[in-house]
Structure formats: C-alpha cells, structure tokens
C-alpha cells in the first residue's frame, strides 16, 4: 500500500483546506484510512479516519465540527476538509492506512502500518 498526501499550505485563521491523500495498492473500501498530525516537538495526534466503504468515522475532539473526511472510491482517495483552522491546527500531516484491513476506526498511530509522506499545514493567527 502506498499513499500520497497533498494540499497543504499556508493559510489564516478562519480559512479552509483540503487535504488529499491517494492509495495505491489496494483498494479503499478495504481499508482504514486515517489523518495523523505533527506538531513541532510533538508526537503524532489522531485527527481523523474513515472506514466500511466511507460509513464508518471518527474524530478527535479538537476537530469535531470543523473537519470532514470523505472518501473517493473511484478515485481511491480520502480527502480532509478542514474549516475554521485556527494555529493550533498548524501541523505535518499524514494520512495513514490500518495494518488490519476490513476493520474499523483507530486513533492508535502503532495501529497504522502504512504511512503517506506528510503535508505541511500553517496556520497563521
């Protein structure tokens, strides 16, 4: 499985962006697809994943009611709509794929064995 992450940018309080992330490999449907996020000196923070053909989801508190993940399956691609960014938001973000697939939702990052290379999100207050 291989992902690739794009969409990221500079942006300011209150704006929106959407992140892609394209599979290969396998198809969507399959799989558990989450958002992980980086801060500088952090660890890695669940933001958001998406399972069972797009009906499964779930969020991580900070986000809830300001970001969307959405799926593609002719596209074989999640996207993460973000709205309201605020500088805390500001982050590398991963899109990731669950070991097991078939599965639901998880916010453990050990749980994730496939990993997209990241973009840069900034949020400028």
């Known amino acids: 499985v291989q992902l690739q992450a794009y969409g990221g940018g500079l942006v300011e309080a209150g704006d929106s962006l959407r992140l892609s992330c394209a599979v290969s490999?396998?198809?969507?449907?399959?799989?558990?697809v989450g958002w992980f996020r980086q801060a500088p000196g952090k660890e890695h923070d669940f933001v958001t994943a998406?399972?069972?053909?797009?009906?499964?989801?779930a969020y991580a508190d900070s986000v809830k009611g300001r970001f969307t993940i959405s799926s593609d399956n002719a596209k074989n691609t999640v996207y993460l709509q973000m709205n309201n960014l605020k500088p805390v938001d500001t982050a590398v973000y991963y899109c990731?794929?669950?070991?097991?697939?078939?599965?639901?939702?998880?916010?453990?990052?050990?749980?994730?064995?496939?990993w997209g290379q990241g973009t840069q999100v900034t949020v400028s207050s």
């Open positions: 490999g396998r198809t969507i449907t399959m799989l558990t």
């Open positions: 998406i399972a069972g053909y797009g009906s499964i989801t």
């Open positions: 990731a794929v669950r070991r097991s697939f078939y599965s639901g939702t998880s916010k453990f990052r050990d749980e994730y064995a496939y």
